[in-house]
């Protein structure tokens, strides 16, 4: 029903900026997102949430990242957007995009196959 597809990750210095992109495609006219975000995880680490935003733009943040990332969302064109400047090196790892399918009986989430972001100290 929706494929996720991330770019944008790379190499980078520490001190520098990214900015991932995540197009959500719609195999049927009426499927309907909800909340999307990005995930990371890092080597040997459970994923967890870097930011999250509803379809109102309404957004939240990981602790570690407020004041660095900045999330984004283009409903036209399902895709969100995260800028991520003042990269550290604790900032490497996979990032994932995530997103939530309205259903009226349950929700139904879906997990896009992953960017590698590594920050040189």
């Known amino acids: 029903q929706v494929l996720l597809t991330e770019s944008g990750g790379g190499l980078v210095q520490a001190g520098g900026s990214l900015r991932l992109s995540c197009v959500a495609s719609l195999s049927a006219f009426r499927v309907i997102l909800k909340d999307m975000a990005w995930y990371l995880q890092a080597p040997g680490k459970q994923r967890e949430l870097v930011a999250q935003?509803?379809?109102?733009?309404?957004?939240t943040y990981a602790d570690s990242v407020k004041a660095r990332f900045t999330i984004s969302r283009d409903n036209a064109r399902n895709t969100i957007y995260l800028q991520m400047t003042g990269l550290e090196s604790e900032d490497t790892a996979v990032y994932y995009c995530?997103?939530?399918?309205?259903?009226?009986?349950?929700?139904?989430?879906?997990w896009g196959q992953g960017t590698q972001v590594t920050v040189s100290s």
């Open positions: 995530y997103a939530e399918q309205f259903h009226p009986v349950v929700t139904l989430p879906y």
């Open positions: 935003i509803n379809e109102d733009g309404d957004s």
